[in-house]
Nanobody, 119 residues
Framework: QVQLVESGGGLVQAGGSLRLSCAAS????????MAWYRQATGKQREYVAR???????YYADPVKVRFTISRDNAKNTVYLQMNSLKAEDTAVYYC?????????????WGQGTQVTVSS
């Protein structure tokens, strides 16, 4: 079994920064793309950023320039550095990873971490 555990969320003023972490643990052979999503109250979950195993990154337009996704393959961890935060960034942030285990590849989600930006 594989678990993804996010951390680093909290309350921050507009213009501030937060760094989210998501660590994968369990029966892991390798991890393919790792990504961050977010879901604001009353809205659908939306894609934020993705990083593949080679380090290529992709971002949703609303967070380009302000957010940076990175990963430490040795620690099976993905990070999301969020700068210049805005009130509209308030959401529960989830990480997702495609994990290759003994039985094959499967998609996993973390439990989410709340980010609240006060204006």
């Amino acid at each position: 079994q594989v678990q993804l555990v996010e951390s680093g969320g909290g309350l921050v003023q507009a213009g501030g920064s937060l760094r989210l972490s998501c660590a994968a643990s369990g029966s892991i052979v390798s991890i393919s793309p790792m990504a961050w999503y977010r879901q604001a109250t009353g809205k659908q979950r939306e894609y934020v950023a993705r990083i593949n195993s080679g380090g290529t990154t992709y971002y949703a337009d609303p967070v380009k320039v302000r957010f940076t996704i990175s990963r430490d393959n040795a620690k099976n961890t993905v990070y999301l550095q969020m700068n210049s935060l805005k009130a509209e960034d308030t959401a529960v942030y989830y990480c997702k990873a495609v994990v290759v285990g003994v039985g094959g590849a499967r998609e996993y989600w973390g439990q989410g971490t709340q980010v609240t930006v006060s204006s």
